[in-house]
């Protein structure tokens, strides 16, 4: 919870203010959180490690090369579920998309790794990291080899463990992320055994370069001639220019989008969008409707789950589509780093 993660927050920095006066680290609040976000909880790999004021990250078990990693152990259980709900099983699986705003490791892919893990022999995988745009970049990838016939089951899997990429000692953002997975099932629609089938309209993606959301982390960073600070390894934003920056920018894409599929916003029964910022997305979905979206047009799930990255938008759809019938359209869109953004359009069949 939000009292929780500012009571840890708060220890530390009266702790290291106390050592260091001159530090002057300002206090967070639960209060600040909850209006800033609308973020109430978010769920956590690891809340004990992540919550002690001398660790204040996770604890992941190192593993061993023969034991599956835990990307893919949580993507593994989004995945199940979603071929469940798509009446397939693993072994159907022939492309699998990893996409995610951080990936374990460089190789062998953990794409490749979760088809051998979900008992799939045929067909391939790739990891792909476009940040919180990264569920819509992958569901594009997976529609366009589904339409060109090289791939006739395609998963795309978004295991977000943002706990791991998270400054958890910085007190404008120390609340923002929570850890998740989700998982997607694209097929031909006419060989779709699944118990709701949407048809995917049309989907867009668009990239924009901006330092406004940045992690240097990579692989370059031990042979740096001056490494970096350690907090240069993980998330960091100018939130208030993300904010401002964004908006308009997503709003412009899934506007054009729906236009050039020929449908009017009022058309578009739900909005599943992206779950960073609560005024955020309710901006966004203003600026399409041209007036203020309701609670269904446009639901939240932030306030228990936080930004989940890529996942938020799918679990977004997850939570809440059991109410469509057939004929009806929505759109699922991701945004962030990059900055990146992405519209995939449906239609429950
Ligand atoms: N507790 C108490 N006060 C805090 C605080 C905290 N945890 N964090 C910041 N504040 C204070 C600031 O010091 C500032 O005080 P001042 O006005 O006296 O200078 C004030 O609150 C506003 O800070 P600011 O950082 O401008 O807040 P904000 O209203 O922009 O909200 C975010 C911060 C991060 C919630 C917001 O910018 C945001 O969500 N942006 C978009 C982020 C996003 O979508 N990122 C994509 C990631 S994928």
Request: glycine residues 8%.
């Amino acid at each position: 919870s939000n009292d929780e993660l500012v009571a840890c927050y708060n220890a530390w920095a009266t702790r290291e203010n106390a050592s260091n006066p001159a530090a002057e680290l300002p206090m967070s609040s639960t209060e600040f959180i909850f209006k800033a976000s609308g973020i109430k909880s978010r769920y956590n790999i690891d809340k004990v490690g992540t919550l002690d004021i001398d660790r204040m990250r996770p604890r992941v078990r190192t593993r061993s090369d023969d034991e599956p990693s835990l990307m893919v152990e949580i993507g593994g259980i989004a995945a199940r579920e979603a071929l469940a709900n798509a009446g397939r099983e693993g072994r159907d699986v022939d492309f699998v998309v990893l996409a995610a705003s951080n990936i374990q490791r460089a190789y062998p892919a953990m794409a490749v790794e979760l088809q051998a893990h979900l008992g799939s022999t045929q067909g391939f995988g790739y990891d792909m990291n476009v940040a919180c745009a990264s569920a819509a970049f992958g569901i594009q990838a997976a529609v366009d080899a589904v339409r060109l016939g090289n791939a006739r089951c395609a998963l795309v899997v978004n295991p977000e463990i943002t706990s791991g990429h998270h400054n958890w000692r910085n007190r404008d953002c120390h609340f923002i992320f929570g850890d998740a997975a989700t998982a997607v099932v694209v097929e031909p629609l006419e060989t779709s055994t699944a118990k709701a089938k949407f048809e995917v309209l049309g989907t867009r993606l668009k990239t924009q370069f901006s330092n406004n959301i940045r992690n240097n982390a990579g692989f370059l960073n031990i042979a740096e001639t001056t490494p970096r600070a350690w907090d240069d390894l993980l998330f960091q934003q100018e939130g208030r220019k993300v904010f401002k920056e964004v908006v308009p920018m997503v709003a412009e894409l899934l506007s054009g989008h729906l236009a050039d599929l020929g449908l009017k916003p009022e058309q578009v029964k739900r909005f599943w969008l992206h779950q960073a910022n609560l005024s955020m997305n309710q901006l966004i979905a203003k600026r399409i409707l041209g007036r203020e979206p309701s609670e269904l047009e446009a639901p939240v799930i932030l306030d228990e789950y936080a930004n989940t990255s890529s996942a938020g938008c799918v679990i977004a759809f997850h939570k809440h589509h059991a109410d469509f019938g057939a004929g009806d359209i929505g759109l699922l869109s991701g945004f962030g780093a990059g900055y990146s953004a992405g519209s995939v359009v449906v239609r429950r069949v």
